[in-house]
């Protein structure tokens, strides 16, 4: 690594469906996190690890800001307030077709508390004409602690390379945190398990994408050949929903283990089996236990049993 090689984090928090996600993984130029137009897609911090000439920059992209009513979404919440604490850059994504309104504020407050450098990113420039995104700038630059206002599309990549020159330019120098050869720190069960979980949100509508979550049950490496077996489930909180996601004569979860089958086998490089069983588990958003399960399989793509 050169002398003045930049090594720090960037902290990504917004409003649900801000676009997080989809410019992690834009900058990245890989998908670590999955991506819907459903709020609260997602529900975890999420590590993204950016390795160039430049030095190394790790993301943290985070659940969206919002009043949460279920065990599940205070720890979503918990996880934005942590990562945005300890972001050497702090990167708050706006949606700039919505208007400014409480939610804003608060999390313009809870930014300026925040003990590193602070950038706001006013996504979806696509979708606006230019003359309404001036005074969203000028109300933004009005906070007085923003290092920098950038206009992006992160859909389309618009005024993305501006942004990553922000963020090179915000962060310390450093030797590199993590093995430049990575891109994440989140083993492949977690990534895969999301991968069905996509699917899930771009099948359904209404309540189901909130009150669904995909486990990993199994995962079985063949001994000879490139097929690995797995079996997963997902969780539904109410009879009605698992009726919806088998639907008739079985034709919905046939439809997602298809559409997730094909993209894991993408992601591993290798065929894949996969067996999808819709489970009921209800009030599982407020089930402790599962949930710190889940939390740790996000690390270590192991759960504890019993």
Known sequence: MTTGSKAGSVALVGRPNAGKSTLMNHLLGEKVAIVSDKPQ?????????????????????????????HQMNRQMVRYAVEALNAADVSCLLIDSTQRYGSGDEYLLDLLSKARGLKVAVLNKIDRVDKPRLLPLMERYGAAGFLEEIVPISALHGDGCDMLLDVLWKSL???????????????????????????KVLLETRDELPYTTTVLIDHWEEATEGDLTRLHASILVERPGQKAILIGRGGTTIKKLGTAARLEIESFLGRRVYLDLRVKLEPRWRDNRKLLANMDRELWSGETESG
Do not use: C, N, W
């Open 41 to 69: 897609t997602t529900r975890y911090r999420l590590v993204g690890i950016l390795s160039d000439s430049r030095g190394q920059m790790v993301f943290h992209d985070t659940p969206g800001m919002h009043k949460p009513l």
């Open 172 to 198: 310390p120098e450093g030797e590199p945190i993590y093995d430049q050869e990575l891109f994440t720190l989140h083993p492949e069960r977690f990534l895969v398990a999301e991968l069905i979980r996509e």
